[in-house]
């Protein structure tokens, strides 16, 4: 996989709308404290929006964009979350000067959970968020890679059942989902990838991020983070994001990773 320092991350605070519940919208604010010191530690420049308490999604940045070969292609999530995406548009052109690609079918639906680039290619995931023609805007804005749409059961994303933990190296679950997708992919891929089985579902999404595994804490995957300390032979870090995971999203959710030549400061 070719190996491109990631240079930026936007991330969104939690809002008190995130749940009805104090109790846990504290909580899911110290794990996006940090989460987000884990990424300024790895050396990113983090760009860190206010909460928006209208949009109770908002600190999943993921999902706004799609963001490889210094383009972003804005996606199209549901309408609630339209005001998140003009957000992220604005940040992304005037902040930090990308280029920026729209998607011109109206009937796409896109969210960044569902695609996943290996470096190589790109799967995206058809699923109760993303379409078809939302993989076909994918494919059409970075042509230069091959793009397999890729179905996705149940009510997740594509890369809460498969993520990259590695370079040419998959991350899944045991579980039936990530089983069934991770078959999929093996079907329709243009290069072959080694694959890390992890026995808790909620592991199999993770970060590799400038030569570093970020994976869930201890507490959460317990088994899975023995997987971790065996088969990883490179750096790793812990995060506890199950107060930052309660809308079924997973811990790459709330950051939208993007390279950039030159540093920036935080908003």
Not at 173 to 199: D, F, M, W
Request: net charge negative; aromatic share 4%; glycine share 6%.
């Amino acid at each position: 996989m070719p190996s491109l320092k990631v240079t930026h991350a936007v991330v969104c605070r939690v809002p008190e709308s995130w749940s009805s519940d104090a109790a846990q919208v504290e909580a899911a604010r110290r794990q996006h404290e940090a989460y987000v010191r884990l990424l300024r530690e790895l050396g990113l420049d983090v760009v860190e929006l206010p909460p928006d308490e209208g949009l109770p999604c908002c600190p999943l940045t993921e999902d706004t964009a799609v963001v490889c070969n210094g383009s972003a292609l804005i996606t199209r999530p549901a309408a609630a979350r339209a005001k998140e995406i003009e957000t992220i548009r604005a940040v992304l052109k005037k902040e930090l000067g990308l280029p920026i690609i729209e998607i011109a079918d109206e009937n796409a639906k896109l969210e960044g959970g569902d695609v996943l680039f290996t470096g190589r290619e790109f799967f995206v995931g058809i699923s109760d968020y993303t379409n078809e023609a939302g993989a076909r805007a994918v494919a059409a804005a970075f042509p230069e890679f091959p793009c397999t749409p890729v179905k996705v059961s149940g009510n997740t994303h594509l890369k809460s059942l498969v993520s990259m933990a590695g370079p040419e190296l998959m991350c899944v679950s045991s579980g039936k989902h990530s089983q069934e997708v991770l078959k999929r992919i093996e079907r329709e891929a243009t290069h072959s990838y080694q694959t890390l089985t992890v026995p808790e579902d909620k592991a199999a999404n993770v970060m590799y991020l400038n030569g570093t595994l970020i994976h869930s804490a201890e507490d959460e995957i317990p088994e899975s983070t023995k997987i971790f300390c065996e088969r990883i032979d490179y750096s790793r870090k812990a995060v506890n994001v199950n107060a930052l995971t309660k809308k079924g999203n997973g811990l790459s959710s709330c950051c939208l990773l993007l390279r950039r030549s030159k540093h920036i400061r935080s908003l």
